[in-house]
Nanobody, 126 residues
């Protein structure tokens, strides 16, 4: 059984930065794609960013481009999301996910991911 554990969320002022981390517990996942999604109150869970196994391919939602950076350290078995220039509309629960999408065209799709974390709250105050 694999569980993904997120950390690094919190309260930050608009314009500030946060770095989220995600680490699988249990058995190690390999050759997977990992991604970040978020869900704001009353809204559907939406794609934020995803990264291929070796990190050569990254995909971002338009809302994240230029402000967020996804990365991974496979030696540490850890996924990161560096968020900068945060806005109140970034407030949400952020989830990490792991899966094996067929190609990068499918990285944005929730149903391509088999494992999910419990989420970490990010709140951006204005």
């Amino acid at each position: 059984q694999v569980q993904l554990v997120e950390s690094g969320g919190g309260l930050v002022q608009a314009g500030g930065s946060l770095r989220l981390s995600c680490t699988p517990s249990g058995r190690t996942l390999s050759k997977n794609v990992m991604g970040w999604f978020r869900q704001a109150p009353g809204k559907e869970r939406e794609f934020v960013a995803a990264i291929s196994w070796k990190g050569g391919i990254t995909v971002y939602a338009d809302s994240a481009k230029g402000r967020f950076t996804i990365s991974r350290d496979n030696a540490k078995n850890t996924l990161y999301l560096q968020m900068s220039s945060l806005k109140p509309e970034d407030t949400a629960v952020y989830y990490c996910a792991a899966g094996w999408p067929a190609n990068s065209d499918h990285y944005y799709s929730r149903n391509q991911y088999d494992y999910w974390g419990q989420g970490t709250q990010v709140t951006v105050s204005s």
